[in-house]
């Protein structure tokens, strides 16, 4: 279950299951907090605050606990096992005493990774945690009242099956790229790249969408989708928005304001980006716009959210909420991926919309087929009446080109003029003309 689509797991490890599971953590594992310990070195003693659990990666760990009034072992636990887990769950001081019996290498967990965990996880799930735990507690006391040589008890706790093993190394994993994600925020590795939208009038760009990419310290360049659903689920995403936000003013700052020689002057080059679900139901979020519009002192008109059906309908009430608020601050409201959602058109009267960018499925079927090319006729259309305009996404072959031009879009988008591009490149495509536009200017709004 990598979710980082730019790693791999080694040949080695994929094509010698024996060795890997030898091996359970394997180096890839650079960015998780480790501890070492020295033979004897007591790791956490019995009654104190727990503030971590530990997974050993090497070595060996007793586990020990005051059993009328004697000390008696209760496990030893060696590589891949873990400890310290029960006063994470149920904030109880710790239960044992662990010993390091040698020189020991440790995963720390810490407190704070497991509590966003339980919180995000489904109730039901942190019931049954809270009442194994409970029982295990309230046997183990009845126990140690009853049995007079607890020592009868000394056993293996390792548990280490199939299933423990699969869950723990899926556990540690997803902890190893929720640091890596951080580290990557701390680090300034993620960019804003600016994709160019062209005005199928005049050739030329007329704005930009601006898209979030990860630059690995390896050179690799990884796509939200590989990033964006776990930096969501870690509450990431409200940082990420941020820094997509003054990116995005920054580069209307530099481009040029007046549609400097696009062709297209009545036109100022504007930035568009892209706002989720959570990032709309996020509080403080208009006021997080004002305050980069006004930290920039860029026109606000300038900027267009895009906002996917699907996200306005989830919430459709604060989506609307939102949206209009941001509206009455000057910006732009887009509808993102438009006609792949289950929504009705009425949506369009109830959110505050001034684009529509039609889903590139659409055109990417345009030349094939001729549904398509009715559904985008009438799209267009109704883009027209409602006074919006049309934006066509991911136009990759010059035959689509040619036909989202005949439909009246008035803006496009895609790989046949260029990718998200990083800033300064971006910037030196503003005077670049990218297509003959088509002689007879079609029926079209040049800029958003
Ligand atoms: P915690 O209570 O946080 O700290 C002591 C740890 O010892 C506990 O979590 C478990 O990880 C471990 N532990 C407690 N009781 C046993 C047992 N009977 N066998 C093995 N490990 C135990
Ligand atoms: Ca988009
Ligand atoms: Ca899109």
């Not at 890596?180 to 062209?198: H, N, S, W």
């Not at 919430?315 to 887009?334: C, F, I, M, N, T």
Request: glycine letters at 8%; hydrophobic letters at 45%.
């Amino acid at each position: 279950m990598a979710r980082f689509r730019g790693r791999r797991r080694s040949e080695l490890e994929q094509g010698i299951p024996l060795l890997y599971s030898l091996f359970w953590i394997s180096p890839m594992f650079d960015s998780l907090r480790r501890q070492r310990v020295k033979p004897g070195t007591i790791i956490f003693r019995e009654g104190e605050i727990g503030d971590c659990a530990y997974v050993i990666e090497r070595g060996a760990v007793e586990i020990s606990a005051l059993r009328q009034g004697e000390s008696v072992v209760l496990a030893r636990l060696g590589q891949s096992d873990l400890f310290g887990e029960m006063a994470l769950i149920d904030d109880k001081p710790r239960s044992a005493t662990a010993r390091a019996l040698d020189a020991a290498r440790l995963i720390v967990i810490s407190r704070s990774q497991v509590t966003r965990k339980m919180d995000a996880a489904d109730p039901l799930i942190r019931l049954f945690l809270r009442v194994i735990l409970r029982r295990l507690r309230t046997t183990t006391s009845l126990i140690d009242n009853t049995v007079q040589n607890a020592r009868a008890l000394v056993g293996d706790a390792t548990l280490d099956d199939t299933g423990v093993r699969t869950l723990r190394k899926q556990a540690i994993e997803l902890l190893d790229q929720e640091q890596r994600l951080e580290e990557a925020l701390r680090r300034g590795e993620f960019e804003v790249f600016l994709q160019p939208i062209v005005s199928l009038k005049s050739g030329y760009p007329a704005g930009f969408e601006a898209v979030l990419r990860w630059r690995q310290p390896d050179g690799n360049v990884l796509e939200p989708d590989a990033f964006l659903g776990l930096a969501e689920e870690m509450g990431l995403v409200e940082r990420l928005g941020k820094l997509v936000l003054e990116r995005s003013c920054a580069a209307l700052s530099v481009l040029p304001g007046d549609g400097g020689g696009n062709g297209v002057p009545e036109a100022p080059f504007f930035v568009s980006l892209n706002l989720s679900a959570r990032q709309l139901a996020q509080a403080g979020v208009v006021e997080d716009f004002v305050a980069a519009i006004d930290g920039a002192g860029v026109d606000p008109s300038r900027l267009l959210v895009e906002v996917t059906e699907g996200a306005l309908m989830e919430d459709p009430e604060v989506a609307a909420r939102v949206l209009w608020r941001l509206k009455s601050h000057g910006l732009r409201v887009g509808v993102d991926d438009f006609g792949t959602g289950y929504s009705s058109l009425s949506y369009l009267q109830r959110f505050p919309v001034d684009v529509l960018k039609v889903d590139r499925s659409f055109v990417t079927a345009l030349p094939t087929s001729a549904g398509s090319r009715k559904i985008v006729r009438a799209v267009t259309r109704l883009a027209q009446e409602l006074d919006m305009a049309v934006v066509a996404e991911g136009v990759e072959h010059d035959d689509e080109l040619a036909l989202v031009c005949y439909f009246g879009f008035g803006l496009c988008q895609g790989f046949l003029f260029a990718p998200p591009l990083p800033l300064p490149e971006a910037v030196a495509t503003v005077g670049r003309r990218f297509f003959d536009a088509p002689a007879a200017p079609q029926p079209e709004r040049v800029a958003p």
